[in-house]
Each structure stands twice: as C-alpha cells, then as structure tokens.
C-alpha cells in the first residue's frame, strides 16, 4: 500500500501555528501587548492558508491554552512571555511578549 505522505503534507498543529504566528510579529517589533483576542487577529493577518486557519485556536481561552504549551520554546528563543491584568476596574488579561 502506498505512502500517505505524498497526498497529505505534515499538517501544521495549532501550537506550531501560534509559535510562527508570535515569532514572526515580535521579529520586527522589540515587544507586543494585547488581549487574546487582540494576538488572534495578528496571528490571522500572517496570511494563513485554509488548512492552518482551520487548526487555529478559535477563541481566546483556547488561545491561551496553547500559548502555555509554546511558553518555554519562545523563552528559550529569547523572547519573554507575561500574563497580566490591567489595573483598571475590568481587570482585562493581557499578554506582552518582548525580546
């Protein structure tokens, strides 16, 4: 029986996806601060393909589930990671990456 490998190319896991996503955004920038919500419009703006916008996480709780997968291979990149809240009074979650 032949090989599936020719048909299906190594599809692309969400983690993979987000890491490209985040070290393609902070390589020209020295740092980046926003909600989930805001990393998931970044991430898509990096011209996905159907497939990889298919994997991608879809809302911001499953988007910070993966990050804390990705955390220690952006960290040993060079690139800091930190979860916080604002200090006004919604409290919004953020996440500022920084190199």
């Given at each position: 029986?032949?090989?599936?490998?020719?048909?299906?190319?190594?599809?692309?896991?969400?983690?993979?996806?987000?890491?490209?996503?985040?070290?393609?955004?902070?390589?020209?920038?020295?740092?980046?601060?926003?909600?989930?919500?805001?990393?998931?419009?970044?991430?898509?703006?990096?011209?996905?393909?159907?497939?990889?916008?298919?994997?991608?996480?879809?809302?911001?709780?499953?988007?910070?589930?993966?990050?804390?997968?990705?955390?220690?291979?952006?960290?040993?990149r060079g690139i800091s990671v930190k979860?916080?809240?604002?200090?006004?009074?919604?409290?919004?979650?953020?996440?500022?990456?920084?190199?």
């Amino acid at each position: 029986m032949a090989s599936n490998s020719k048909k299906n190319p190594q599809k692309v896991t969400s983690d993979e996806l987000v890491f490209r996503g985040i070290k393609s955004m902070i390589r020209n920038r020295r740092s980046w601060s926003g909600t989930m919500t805001d990393l998931i419009s970044v991430i898509r703006n990096t011209k996905l393909s159907t497939e990889e916008n298919h994997v991608m996480p879809k809302g911001p709780a499953a988007l910070r589930v993966v990050v804390n997968r990705v955390v220690n291979r952006l960290r040993s990149r060079g690139i800091s990671v930190k979860f916080g809240r604002t200090t006004d009074h919604m409290r919004t979650r953020f996440v500022k990456f920084a190199r």
